[in-house]
């Protein structure tokens, strides 16, 4: 069986939400860029929590890492991280949960650390026993391809509370520091220049000519 | 002037990234899901940045908010959440930032609260000055096309140096609690374990038919 499993040769035909499996690998490099490992596993892993939800459902999305999951949930479903129904969650697991919107009843899908154990090149990508460089690219995606969803493993779960509480529309303040608006809920000043601003103001920009300078 | 620009009947011809309004507006209801007003505005926030980015840099992204705007960065330029090129911040300022990768050289665009004045139904829902339902939604869509970039300032900033730091390749360890694989910086069992998880267990799925009773 192993020996099947790792040859070049032997692909199954595969779809991922309805898509064929070139089909989503056009869509990834569209949208992510590259075809890079991690979005194509996350294709399989979102195709196999739709199959486990409820028909009809609305339902949103949770992503455990920020790396490649967003993208593949964000591809083959309806959630985005700005409309709303994605979050995305730095915990740093390689998994996905997808619940029904208003009482959190869901799946949770995480790729398995003993089921790759028989596919070489995913379980040297996944636990990083290799550099990127040293990694047959070509092999690894045939095994993604061919491992499908037996790599994976599910839960049913149920999101928290606190995770499921609709936020009441927010009063909007005008900031007496910076000018701009923001939630009034934040405090006095808006978070920015509490302290959370990502970068160093140099100027403003008056004309667009101003900024060849730099 | 104002007059003009309240009426109904004079839209500007407008290109948002080389993509017609109603093009944008088409990719906007394909991955956002409707054509909400702030994801309209952040298609002219992210066509003024990139206008003010030297030509041909490798630009990531940042939005201040993760309401709308990330959507319009992730439709219109190659940065994605899961790619890592764009990171969404929960400061609630409606701006985004654009910055050359290596150095953080970069502009921001936000929405200025002094030039929306002109405009009543794009100040009525910037402000949440009227409830949703009061909302001239044909007004406010027309108001924004009309306004384009006329609305947003623009600045030149630095991003800040350790959000420019390239993360190294982490280190996997697999958890001794869930058995999942999770980057060993996190400490000696992973960040959901230490109670960050955002699920309650029913159980694990051992086949499909035993979901069907959620």
Redesign the interface.
Known sequence: MENIQNTTTNIKETTICSLGFQQYLDQIKS????A?PG?IIGGFMVDLAI????KGILFDA?S?T???????I?ILT?C?????WL?????????I?L?EKTQ?????V?????KIEPWSEIKGW???LKP?GQQDYKLLIEQIQNAGTSIM????????AH?LEKKQ????A?CSR??????LG?GTI???CKG??????????ES?AF?QG?
Chains 1, 2 share one sequence.
Request: glycine share 8%; net charge positive.
């Open positions: 949208f992510h860029g590259s890079a979005i199959k486990h939800l409820p949770i455990e920020k790396s490649c999951l967003p993208d593949a964000q309806p985005t991280i700005g409309n709303g979050k995305v969650l730095s915990i740093g697991r390689f998994a949960i619940y959190g009843e869901g799946v949770r995480y790729l398995d650390v003993d996944f636990l990083k990127k493993s599910l839960q049913k779960i149920r999101i928290k995770l529309g927010k009063r909007i005008i910076c000018k701009e608006a923001y939630p934040d808006c978070l920015a959370e601003s990502p970068y160093d103001l140099y100027h403003d920009i667009p900024f730099i």
